[in-house]
């Protein structure tokens, strides 16, 4: 059966190359990187080159590069090492649930969080986060793009805001990094999270930029791995695939693979919308990361879109939540203003560096069949094909 994997915000497939980079670390290279003999040295070795990689990535020094489990990790590791009870801290309502729900425990230990809309477009005004600045704020974080509409926030803003009020500026880039280019000084974060599987590294590794001079409260007790930041014995082999990653990433702004990516995206959108009736790319005026899109197809149930086009072979999304048996639309999407109906109704896109052009077919060739049929079986779709014919 022909398949294409096209949920690539939710995790990419491992590249071989990461693979063949972990692959000796599985084995004969197993020592732990806090040893001080032979196997210690060659493990410390490698998670330092890594640490470089995941640097250069970034715009940062290794020495502000800690390694995490993951993007939760990090996005928590920056909200708890730094706010504390009496504290006010800013984020938005369009947040990735590892941030949001992490504020919603912040208010639980006694800190004040500010909730910034976004617009009908997905997009933070920054005035907005000016706005919410009080004299007891700490912490800024307002994530740099978004994984369900792939809105791109206006970091640089935001961090210049921050740095003015000399309030702490943490940023999620876990669906910005290697998608757009990042450079933290440039961003003026202090705080900066990524995570391994979105980049085509393994599930289970992550980092955290976190700049000089930035005191954190840790999150775990014990060793004294990552210069105190994050005690635990590092996971030697997820970090070298995240290096190989990291580089990997890197050089897809100039080996035409970020723009590969790009063309695959639009040729969905331009096919979609001039074939299909009664759809809509969301967020489809805003600055978008190039390998997402988020479509809306009226009176269709987006859950049962998703499951038709993977009996097809094509694997897809919606940023629907489903709490107590029941289906909620996408916190996302209502934050932006979009209707339950609405956002029930869209599915999002997202490539990686391994789709292709026939992957690309497959889904075209099956997406307005699917579409017909989901909509044959809507009441309200049948009655608007009455009234417009
Ligand atoms: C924007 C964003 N932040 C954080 C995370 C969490 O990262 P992880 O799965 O590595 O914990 C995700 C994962 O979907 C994400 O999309």
Known sequence: ??????????????????????????????????????????????????????????????????????????????????????????????????????????????????????????????????????????????????????????????????????????????????????????????LLSISGHKIHAPQGIGALYVRKGTLLQPLFYGGRHERSRRAGTENVPGIVGLGKAAEIALNGFSDGSVARTAELRDRIETFATETIEWIGVNSGGALRVPNTTNIYFECVEGEAMVIALDLKGVAVSTGAACSSGAIEPSHVLTAMGLSGDRARASIRFSLGKQNTNEEVDLLLEILPEVVNRLRELSPVYNKKTVVSG
């Open 1 to 190: 059966m022909r398949r294409a994997y096209l949920d690539n915000n939710a995790t990419t497939p491992v590249l071989p190359e990461v693979l063949a980079a972990m692959q000796p670390f599985f084995l004969e290279e197993f020592g732990n990187a806090s040893s001080i003999h032979h196997h210690g040295q060659h493990t410390r070795a490698a998670v330092e080159r890594a640490r470089e990689n995941v640097a250069e990535l970034l715009g940062a020094r290794s020495s502000e590069i800690v390694f995490t489990s993951g993007g939760t990790e990090a996005d928590n590791l920056a909200l708890f090492g730094l706010a504390q009870s009496g504290d006010h801290v800013i984020t938005s309502t369009i947040e990735h649930h590892a941030v949001l729900n992490a504020c919603k425990r912040l208010e639980q230990i006694g800190c004040g969080v500010s909730y910034v809309p976004a617009d009908r477009q997905g997009i933070v005004d920054p005035d907005e986060v000016r706005r919410a600045l009080r004299p007891n704020t700490k912490l800024i974080s307002i994530m740099a793009a978004n994984n369900e509409t792939g809105v791109v926030q206006r970091i640089a803003e935001i961090g210049r805001i921050a740095a003015e009020a000399d309030v702490y500026f943490h940023t999620d880039a876990v669906q910005a990094a290697g998608k757009i280019p990042i450079h933290v000084a440039e961003w003026k974060c202090d």
